[in-house]
Antibody, heavy 119, light 109 residues
Framework: QLQESGPGLVKPSETLSLTCTVSGDSISSSAFHWDWIRQSPGKGLEWIGSIFYNGITYYNPSLKSRATISIGTSRSHFSLILNSVTAADTAVYYC?????????????WGQGALVTVSS | DIQMTQSPSSVSASVGDRITITCRASQAVGNRVAWYQQKSGKAPQLLIYAASRLQSGVPSRFSGRGSGTDFTLTISSLQPEDFATYYCQQANMFPRLLTFGGGTKVEIK
């Protein structure tokens, strides 16, 4: 299971920070990538980035290097930081598990966390 | 970047109907395509991965086909619980980049 947590309101130009707590799996397993995906209100899905157990990260270039994904020291959670947010970053943010055996498909998702960017 | 064009954007159908949703990739993606169902206010749920492999627990009325650039999701006999929005997703390997289609809303006629 995955569960997102973090502030629901962030001011423009500030930093969005979310955590995904993983239970029932180990982030240390080489069997999965761990993803962040977002969905703007009424819009489609956008992949933000992924992290592998060894800390290797991949990001969507559309975010222009504003995103950072990391694994927590307890290895029971991973995090997303998004810098210099604007109203366009208002979205439901999902964390997801992507088994390597599933050919880039995410088979387990958190319930989502709505983050609103507003002053 | 590889673009994924999904059609139609919406479809009205009745219980028992057969419907097909199409995604076309701007370049070949092998079988790196997945299909998701999303109901209002909920997270997407995986239906199909590797273009044609049915996720565990998903009813067999859902099926996926295709390879290269053209992919389809078919629901053979719509059930009331199938009215939802469906998304395709493709993956570019190098550099790693996952891209979703624009979605297809399946509505009750």
């Amino acid at each position: 299971q995955l569960q997102e947590s973090g502030p629901g309101l962030v001011k423009p130009s500030e930093t969005l920070s979310l955590t995904c707590t993983v239970s029932g799996d180990s982030i240390s397993s080489s069997a999965f990538h761990w993803d962040w995906i977002r969905q703007s209100p009424g819009k489609g899905l956008e992949w933000i980035g992924s992290i592998f157990y060894n800390g290797i990260t991949y990001y969507n270039p559309s975010l222009k290097s504003r995103a950072t994904i990391s694994i927590g020291t307890s290895r029971s959670h991973f995090s997303l930081i998004l810098n210099s947010v604007t109203a366009a970053d208002t979205a439901v943010y999902y964390c997801a598990r992507e088994p390597l055996a599933y050919n880039y498909a995410a088979d387990s998702w958190g319930q989502g966390a709505l983050v609103t960017v507003s002053s | 970047d590889i673009q994924m064009t999904q059609s139609p954007s919406s479809v009205s159908a009745s219980v028992g109907d057969r419907i097909t949703i199409t995604c076309r990739a701007s370049q070949a993606v092998g079988n790196r395509v997945a299909w998701y169902q999303q109901k209002s206010g909920k997270a997407p749920q995986l239906l199909i991965y590797a273009a044609s492999r049915l996720q565990s627990g998903v009813p067999s009325r859902f099926s996926g086909r295709g390879s290269g650039t053209d992919f389809t999701l078919t629901i053979s006999s719509l059930q009331p619980e199938d009215f939802a929005t469906y998304y395709c997703q493709q993956a570019n390997m190098f550099p790693r980049l996952l891209t979703f289609g624009g979605g297809t809303k399946v509505e009750i006629k």
